[in-house]
T-cell receptor
Framework: NAGVTQTPKFHILKTGQSMTLQCAQDMNHGYMSWYRQDPGMGLRLIYYSAAAGTTDKEVPNGYNVSRLNTEDFPLRLVSAAPSQTSVYLC?????????????FGDGTRLSIL | GNSVTQMEGPVTLSEEAFLTINCTYTATGYPSLFWYVQYPGEGLQLLLKATKADDKGSNKGFEATYRKETTSFHLEKGSVQVSDSAVYFCALKGSSNTGKLIFGQGTTLQVKP
């Protein structure tokens, strides 16, 4: 049971380049989300999806997301900026309610020069 | 809005010392509270949780009690080990049922032999 798998683990981009961070889970979880982790800031939610084919909130500037199926939840940086340098963590759970713990991937460490 | 505040780190202890990491929160309604742990190079793992007032979450010797009167969820362990060295995050999930986790900034714990 792989859980939540993120690729790549590390990447360096130049300003203006685009890239897709991959996230896949094999637990048949409906709810998936992306966080960014920055020193002294904890984790901050970027976007979440309650189920395949759904979008639940406005996507923040600079990012693009899709949820075409249950397993995959890619996050695309459209035109990378240095402010997007961060560790990106993907998480999934069965549902939104409080009793459903979120399972996290190991993260993608992204540097934008 | 909802927020979580953790004691600043890093916290450095000797093996077998008593650990307390303070966490306080601000939230409307009745949130659920969580502690996550992140070992070096890994993603976050759920350590323990409490979903209502006066609940005590426990796991691997760690404990935390949901105190609504003081809006706190302090993490404790009676005797820490070197293997407990990690970053600890306090988090809440609000009662609005969006599934969004609000994290504190994280506390780094270093245990020396």
């Amino acid at each position: 049971n792989a859980g939540v798998t993120q690729t790549p683990k590390f990447h360096i981009l130049k300003t203006g380049q685009s890239m897709t961070l991959q996230c896949a889970q094999d637990m048949n979880h409906g709810y998936m989300s992306w966080y960014r982790q920055d020193p002294g800031m904890g984790l901050r939610l970027i976007y979440y999806s309650a189920a395949a084919g759904t979008t639940d909130k406005e996507v923040p500037n600079g990012y693009n997301v899709s949820r075409l199926n249950t397993e995959d939840f890619p996050l695309r940086l459209v035109s990378a900026a240095p402010s997007q340098t961060s560790v990106y963590l993907c998480a999934s759970s069965y549902g939104r309610d409080s009793n459903q713990p979120q399972h996290f991937g190991d993260g993608t460490r992204l540097s934008i020069l | 809005g909802n927020s979580v505040t953790q004691m600043e780190g890093p916290v450095t202890l000797s093996e077998e010392a008593f650990l307390t990491i303070n966490c306080t929160y601000t939230a409307t309604g009745y949130p659920s509270l969580f502690w996550y742990v992140q070992y070096p190079g890994e993603g976050l793992q759920l350590l323990l949780k409490a979903t209502k007032a006066d609940d005590k979450g426990s796991n691997k010797g760690f404990e935390a009690t949901y105190r609504k009167e003081t809006t706190s969820f302090h993490l404790e362990k009676g005797s820490v080990q070197v293997s407990d060295s990690a970053v600890y995050f306090c988090a809440l999930k609000g009662s609005s049922n969006t599934g969004k986790l609000i994290f504190g900034q994280g506390t780094t714990l270093q245990v020396k032999p």
